[in-house]
């Protein structure tokens, strides 16, 4: 039997049962989700499925990443909400290319993870099904794992296993209405949560953001590592502040001049014009904002960095601690958040300054090796 995957939350468990179920089969993994948004989310999904099934001994086949085609097949369905028109869409692709694959593969059955998510309606699955079947000639294997309790030992399963648990269905439209819906409930939290799909933005040079995906599967990465060596270890969740800058620019005299803001650098308004008063130590401070300039010299000192101007800065970054450090050695304490901008030299004429960024409540998670 060909069993389509969506996850490792929902296919651990699923596929236990389903070994139970059909002793006799022999069962293959199908991880086809090109509904899955940014690619690196994809990559880490894969990747602890690729564990998930290495500890239960099935064989899994990786199916094309057709983003643009999954893309094409919703358009129009973007506003619609989970459950509804555009969930039938990408089951039915998922679902027709995981039934081509089964008939590729000689197989004559095949069933979907997607059966034990609690978010997902099985009618809707079911119908999908149908309908391939009708045009396929295959035979969906419908399976209830969520009743009777079956939900609560997924959690178990899932939590027992340090499963990688995704907070989002998959794709980009479906992300943006629970990020929108979040916020609402969060408003009464925290003074200043976040709409923000963090999970979209990667930075330019490519470095390795906190709570951003790409940390995440390195640190799920490290936890194979770990696992192969035989070192236990728990994966631990931490809430702590996070930063991302959307944009941000300096004009000196009215022309744009190469500029690298330092993170946790965030402003009232987002833009302020003044001059800068007095310079201390390499550090010129502005009027307006609590803005502090420093040289592409001095930062290059501050981080141990020989970057040969900003521009150089600007398109390789360094790395996020490294980054906060040298902002530490520049502004007033762990809590300042002036915005600290490096320039090729300190600007002697009219400054501008543009910044977009956001601070906000976020978690990540964290790997602590037990000896
Ligand atoms: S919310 Fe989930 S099931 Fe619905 S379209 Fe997006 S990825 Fe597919």
Known sequence: MLVHICCSVDSHFFLERLKKDFPDEKLTGFFYDPNIHP???????????????????????????????WLEAVRGLENEPEKG??????????????????????EE????????????SQQQLKSSAERIDR????????????????????????????????DY???????????????????????????LLDEMISPLTNRILPASIEERLALYRERIRLEEKGIPYKIIKEKFLNWRILRGFVKVSKQTVPSYFLAYSIMKREYAK????????????????????????KF??????????????????????????????VVFGEYDLSPVIVTDTIPDSKVEVFLQSKIYVDVRENLVTLR
């Open 39 to 69: 690619y690196s989310e994809y990559r880490l999904r894969l990747l602890d499925v690729e564990r998930s099934c290495k500890k239960l001994g099935i064989e899994l086949i990786e199916g094309e990443y057709d983003f643009e085609n």
């Open 85 to 106: 028109k555009r969930c039938e869409v990408c089951f039915d692709r998922r679902l027709e290319v995981a039934a081509k694959k089964a008939k590729e593969l000689g």
């Open 109 to 120: 059955k095949y069933t979907t993870t997607l059966l034990v998510s609690p978010l997902k």
């Open 135 to 166: 045009k396929l000639g295959l035979k969906f294997v419908f399976v209830d794992y969520r009743s009777r309790g079956g939900t609560q030992e997924q959690a178990r399963v899932s939590k027992e296993e340090q499963l990688y648990r995704q």
């Open 169 to 195: 269905c998959g794709c980009l439209f479906g992300l943006a209405k629970q990020r929108a819906e979040q916020e609402q409930k969060n408003r009464f939290l925290y003074a200043e949560s976040s709409q």
């Open 274 to 297: 003044g001059k800068i008063e007095f310079e201390v130590e390499d550090v010129g401070y502005m009027n307006r904002d609590e803005a502090k300039f420093i040289t592409i010299e």
């Open 300 to 329: 290059n000192k501050l981080t141990g960095s020989d970057f040969k101007d900003t521009k150089e800065l600007m398109l390789k970054g360094v790395e996020f601690e490294k980054e906060v450090e040298a902002r530490r050695a």
